[in-house]
């Protein structure tokens, strides 16, 4: 277990995580939404810092992300766990793990290593991809200064949900911000992923771009009937 990042100590030995907006404020032995934060005797740690489930060596395109360094490599690594649960998810057996297993048995790749692994397959930068990188947001903040001395770009993908103070505190190793806008429309996101205040997303996309000048782009995965509407689509 590694001491999370971003969070508050409350009364009665309750914490507050500040890392994503879900806020979730959490119980002695308890976990958050995402179930990788956990209050161990009124600290928060998170559970699956530089364990990973996924690691591959990538275009940059199948981030995807199609005006950023276009063709090259990006060493890309994904964990467990994620703050939204949504219904049409691709990466359901990582992002949703039934039990706690395989996250307690995988591969751990520390910062430092992530780093010579991404200059070993001769790769331009590195990814956090695949499941939630916030879930994991200690260990992407430090391999994100590691990479930035290395000379790495650095992207996350990302379904947005993260707060202003997390993204301010790793926002100066960040360059990429590839985001998933699920739909536009209330209904649609407490349908689909639980999430009411959706509009949290966008606030933060833009911040990402006017406050660190990162390059974003936005990406939509059309479910037909529920977000494929000229209203959604146009808003988009």
Not at 109 to 115: G, L, R, V
Not at 179 to 195: E, P
Not at 212 to 230: G, Q, R, S, Y
Request: glycine residues 6%; neutral net charge.
């Amino acid at each position: 277990m590694h001491e999370a990042a971003l969070y508050e100590k409350l009364a009665n030995s309750k914490v507050q995580c500040n890392i994503c907006q879900w806020h979730c404020r959490i119980g002695l032995d308890k976990s958050g939404v995402c179930k990788m934060y956990q209050n161990k005797a009124g600290l928060l740690y998170n559970l699956n810092y530089a364990k990973a489930s996924s690691v591959a060596v990538d275009p940059v395109e199948k981030k995807p992300l199609f005006h950023f360094f276009p063709a090259s490599l990006v060493f890309s690594l994904g964990s467990w766990g994620c703050n939204f649960h949504c219904q049409d998810c691709q990466n359901w057996e990582i992002a949703c793990p039934e039990t706690s297993e395989p996250w307690r048995i995988a591969k751990e790749i520390k910062p430092q290593e992530a780093i010579k692994l991404a200059k070993d397959y001769n790769c331009q930068g590195i990814a956090w991809t695949y499941n939630e990188p916030t879930v994991w947001f200690g260990y992407t903040l430090d391999s994100a200064r590691l990479a930035k001395k290395n000379a790495l770009y650095t992207v996350y993908v990302t379904n947005g949900y993260m707060t202003s103070e997390a993204l301010d505190t790793i926002g100066p190793y960040l360059d990429a911000w590839r985001v998933d806008i699920k739909g536009f429309d209330d209904d649609f996101y407490r349908k689909l992923t639980k999430v009411s205040h959706w509009w949290g997303i966008l606030e933060v996309a833009k911040r990402a771009k006017d406050k660190w000048h990162m390059h974003v782009e936005v990406i939509t995965n059309i479910i037909p009937t529920l977000n494929d509407d000229e209203k959604q689509l146009a808003g988009i």
